[in-house]
């Protein structure tokens, strides 16, 4: 079992930026795919950016509407994940969530991932 608890959300105007944090706890695999995911309100949940970590390394996948904007790193050392929200849009208003799963290469298809934080709300006004 892998428990995930997200941080770091908040109210920002247009243009702003957030940093939100994901700790990772419990069994995590030294090969593990880890998430974040976002759902506007009365839409479906869209993958934004995935961070893959292995022994030899990491790679990094983002959605197109992030890309250049926002940034998944890592802090091994705390199990911890970051996505750095720059250049915050008002439709990027939504519940995000942190999400895993183990020893796979996984892509942003929510169906990919069996492990997920409770999410928190980032609101972005114009």
């Known amino acids: 079992q892998v428990q995930l608890v997200e941080s770091g959300g908040g109210s920002v105007q247009a243009g702003g930026s957030l940093r939100l944090s994901c700790a990772a706890s419990g069994h995590t695999h030294e090969r593990i795919s880890m998430a974040w995911f976002r759902q506007p309100p009365g839409k479906e949940r869209e993958g934004v950016a995935r961070?893959?970590?292995?022994?030899?390394?990491?790679?990094?996948f983002y959605a197109g509407s992030v890309k250049g904007r926002f940034t998944i790193s890592l802090d091994t050392a705390n199990n911890t994940v970051y996505l750095q929200m720059n250049t915050l849009k008002p439709e990027d208003t939504a519940m995000y969530y942190c999400a895993a799963v183990s020893n796979r290469v996984a892509g942003l298809e929510f169906d990919e991932y069996n492990y997920w934080g409770q999410g928190t709300q980032v609101t972005v006004s114009s």
């Open positions: 961070v893959f970590i292995a022994p030899s390394g990491s790679s990094t």
